[in-house]
């Protein structure tokens, strides 16, 4: 019964990992030239941050961002100050993507998978098909998180769990560390993020553990471009390793914050 448990758990988060890929795939392939364009168009504080938003909305990935952005500084076509921008309005648009997938909006998606689909196979332009390709993941993701839900109700139930999550709602530490190892492992902070909040959200997860969690979570999201840029040039790397130590620095003083409030 548990590998069958187990099954289902993975089955789900594939479909969410590979919904994420279609969403990204779409607007890579179709909206490529505006993407760059709008990163050839960074300049100055704000209107980096407001791009990076929009890339990370996009994109459904802050990682995907945060890799364009060194690819662009890599060339010098890009600051390493416009690039610390653009990822701090990654990190803001990521929290909108998680937040919009969080909803519960099932019913809408039937309606985003028809549609991508008629676009996809209908559409004469490659912008259109493509288009339809990212309309159809989101509504996969939609259909993942839910399943998400379903599949793990039963370890509500489980004998092992009520000590794990009881474990990690008492140590903070410990669950930060978890949840940046989650997103390590799934390679994507928004993935992670979305199967946190739906555990959370069945009562699987309590609040106490999940908060701590969640800010793992967004360490881990961090250290993944992080990883990637390792061989990249130098103002790509300096652009990946701000952005983690920002993410690392207010983790810090939000766990110093929950721990506190424990000890009270």
């Known amino acids: 019964m548990a590998y069958l448990l187990l ?7 594939a479909l969410l990992l590979w919904a994420i890929h279609m969403v990204q795939t779409g ?8 993407l760059t364009a709008g990163l050839r168009w960074a300049s100055g504080r704000v209107r980096p941050a407001g791009i990076g938003v929009v890339l ?10 945060g890799m364009l952005a060194a690819g662009f500084a890599a060339k010098g076509a890009l600051s390493v100050t416009a690039g610390l921008a653009i990822m701090l309005g990654a990190d803001l648009g990521s929290a909108v993507v998680v937040y919009f997938l969080s909803l519960n909006l099932q019913l809408l998606a039937p309606v985003l998978l028809i549609a991508g689909t008629a676009l996809f196979f209908k559409s004469n332009t490659r912008r259109l098909r493509q288009s339809g390709r990212a309309l159809a993941g989101v509504g996969l993701i939609f259909i993942a998180f839910g399943q998400l839900g379903e599949v793990t109700a039963p370890l509500r139930d489980s004998s092992l769990l009520p000590a ?13 560390l978890a949840g940046a190892g989650i997103a390590w492992l799934l390679h994507s902070s928004v993935a992670a993020i979305v199967l946190l909040v ?15 969690l969640l800010i793992g979570a967004n360490v881990g999201g961090a250290l ?3 990883g990637l840029s390792r061989g990249g040039a130098l103002a790509g790397r300096q652009i990946m390793a701000g952005n983690l130590l920002l993410r690392a620095r207010w983790a810090l003083v939000v766990l110093a914050l929950l721990m506190s409030g424990l000890d009270a």
Do not use: C, K, N
Request: negative net charge; proline residues 7%.
């Open 56 to 65: 990370a909305i996009a994109l459904q990935s802050a990682t995907a961002t």
């Open 198 to 212: 739906a555990l959370a959200t069945h009562g699987v997860v309590p609040i106490e553990a999940a908060t701590s």
């Open 224 to 226: 993944i471009p992080f």
């Open 7 to 13: 099954l289902h758990v993975g089955g789900a988060l």
């Open 164 to 176: 794990m999550v009881g474990y990690l709602a008492g140590d903070p530490v410990t669950a930060m």
């Open 27 to 34: 607007i890579d392939r179709g909206w490529r030239p505006e």
